[in-house]
T-cell receptor
Framework: ETGVTQTPRHLVMGMTNKKSLKCEQHLGHNAMYWYKQSAKKPLELMFVYSLEERVENNSVPSRFSPECPNSSHLFLHLHTLQPEDSALYLC?????????????FGDGTRLSIL | GQNIDQPTEMTATEGAIVQINCTYQTSGFNGLFWYQQHAGEAPTFLSYNVLDGLEEKGRFSSFLSRSKGYSYLLLKELQMKDSASYLCAVRDPLLGGFKTIFGAGTRLFVKA
């Protein structure tokens, strides 16, 4: 139990579908993150939120849309995804801006695009 | 550019010692992390180094040389449960200190 919960654990969707990934942290952290993890590739940072304000990564396609309604919840809204978007999507949180603060990860959502 | 290199796979024997190396080239440096990730599970924090030298935490130790852009994770008295991927990550001062650059991970197989 890492204190970061992601749902669903698995998601299969067609390219024309719209779905959302959910993340909730119970650690009282102020920063939350979305990462993409593809096989044999490094984790790719997608989005960062600090105190509910987005620090944008700028290299993420617009078919991925994040939402952070409060410091405990983070969503990733998906629409018209491509097959290459199939991957493990990890949510993480950290206490604050401090550079020695580790990130706490959820177990991820395994996304498959048909 | 930003780059972190670590071996793709390693195999070691139960009870032995294994060293997983990591070299990095980043525009800035604000600390180096090691994470452990079992298959199908979340990465979990193992260690943090910001100054040169060795940090010891039980069976795990982590070393950093900032001048060489080099770190290693040392695992002693290996156990079967240590079979996992080990991720090296560098905190870069981009994005106000939030950007952490990850290596692709080293898959460690511990055999009996």
């Amino acid at each position: 139990e890492t204190g970061v919960t992601q749902t669903p654990r698995h998601l299969v969707m067609g390219m024309t579908n719209k779905k959302s990934l959910k993340c909730e942290q119970h650690l009282g952290h102020n920063a939350m993150y979305w990462y993409k993890q593809s096989a044999k590739k490094p984790l790719e940072l997608m989005f960062v939120y600090s105190l509910e304000e987005r620090v944008e990564n700028n290299s993420v396609p617009s078919r991925f849309s994040p939402e952070c309604p409060n410091s405990s919840h983070l969503f990733l809204h998906l629409h018209t995804l491509q097959p290459e978007d199939s991957a493990l999507y990890l949510c993480a949180s950290s206490r604050d801006r401090g550079s020695n603060q580790p990130q706490h990860f959820g177990d991820g959502t395994r996304l498959s695009i048909l | 550019g930003q780059n972190i290199d670590q071996p793709t796979e390693m195999t070691a024997t139960e009870g032995a010692i294994v060293q997983i190396n990591c070299t990095y080239q980043t525009s800035g440096f604000n600390g180096l992390f090691w994470y452990q990730q079992h298959a199908g599970e979340a990465p979990t924090f193992l260690s943090y180094n910001v100054l040169d030298g060795l940090e010891e935490k039980g069976r795990f130790s982590s070393f950093l040389s900032r001048s060489k852009g080099y770190s290693y994770l040392l695992l002693k008295e290996l156990q079967m449960k240590d079979s996992a991927s080990y991720l090296c990550a560098v905190r870069d001062p981009l994005l106000g200190g939030f950007k952490t650059i990850f290596g692709a991970g080293t898959r460690l197989f511990v055999k009996a």
